[in-house]
């Protein structure tokens, strides 16, 4: 029961953060109708952009406060990366919206490919790693000569995964720009009609994702301390796979899509073959889309006539 319990700890941390990047996806699906199949490879960006930062501020300024260098490390990888999605919307997307539905996936596969190879040419193929950021950890209980621990970076990844959901909660259903975005989702010709800038909604929408996913990928750095350029592209895929789980273009079923799939990756590796582990992730998705094709919390689609 002792080491169940400690394995439900560490899926429910790897699955916050497959939920971080899944709202991205949800969100651009939502208003778009497009997989932004880049999404991965922004999130491994952005956890460059914090190694890179924390590197800076600890080597070359001198910073030794752990809470001020996770703070900027975040900004930075939210300021950097929000302008990556930005540019990738306006010159990757932006053209091909009212092209021939295959051309933006293709392009947004283009995109995938064109970063991930940026950063092995810029960074090398080696694996970045850096020291422990957050070490602290208290024990829950111990039976057994088996200590239960929950650690301080476990509880920042909770936190920050429960305000963001809680933020972009409010976002979406309380906020102008929320209202828009749900006009873009429902029919952006008649949202033009009415006023609404399409155009500057769905950008906000793209940079929003890309802040979510450099928030996931500081948190992956200080979670794992290590890195590499393939990094982006599996927690990606998991990560959409999360957002199908939960019904795409629900803002809650993603981040439960993502807790799903974390504790499912989990606890298979805990008590059988680690190697089957994404196995397992897929079959559920597939068993789950069998008895409920729009996902768990996802609205079946109204054909517009």
């Known amino acids: 029961m ?17 939920g971080l990047i899944a709202i991205g996806y949800t969100m651009v699906f939502g208003i778009v109708g ?19 930062a924390f590197l800076i501020l600890t080597t070359w300024l001198g910073v030794t406060s752990v809470a001020l260098s996770l703070f900027l490390m975040l900004v930075a990888a939210m300021l950097f990366t929000s302008l990556i999605n930005w540019v990738i919307e306006r010159v990757a997307y932006r053209p091909l919206r009212g092209s021939f ?9 283009g995109m995938s490919i064109f970063l991930s ?28 000569n088996y200590p239960v621990t929950l650690s301080y970076k476990q509880l920042i990844i909770w936190g920050i995964t429960a305000v963001l959901l809680l933020a972009f909660w409010y976002l979406v259903a309380r ?8 006009a873009c989702e429902q ?20 940079v929003i994702a890309a802040a979510l996913a450099a928030v996931a990928g500081t948190m992956y750095v200080m979670y794992y301390g290590v890195v590499s350029f393939s990094d982006g592209f599996v927690p990606g895929v998991k990560a959409f796979t999360a957002a199908v789980l939960g019904g795409i273009g629900s ?9 799903l799939i974390g504790l499912i990756e989990t606890l298979w590796s805990a ?21 409920l094709p729009q996902g768990l919390f996802g609205r079946p689609d109204v054909e517009k006539v």
């Open 2 to 18: 002792d080491y169940f319990v400690q394995q439900l700890i560490n899926g429910i941390t790897l699955g916050s953060i497959y």
């Open 34 to 52: 497009m997989v932004n199949f880049a999404h991965g490879d922004v999130f491994m960006v952005s956890a460059f952009v914090a190694l890179i």
């Open 101 to 109: 539905r295959l051309a933006p996936l293709i392009s947004a596969i």
């Open 117 to 144: 190879n940026f950063v092995q040419v810029s960074q090398g193929p080696l694996n970045k790693s850096v020291p422990p950021l957050v070490q602290r950890e208290f024990v829950l209980f111990n039976r057994n």
């Open 175 to 182: 906020t102008r720009l929320g209202r828009a975005q749900r």
């Open 187 to 206: 029919d952006k010709k008649m949202a033009a009609l009415v006023g609404i800038d399409v155009d500057r909604t769905i950008a906000i929408t793209f």
């Open 251 to 259: 803002l809650p079923g993603a981040v439960v899509g993502g807790l």
């Open 271 to 291: 008590y059988f073959s680690i190697d089957y582990k994404d196995v397992a992730a897929f079959s559920i998705l597939a068993i789950t889309l069998i008895f």
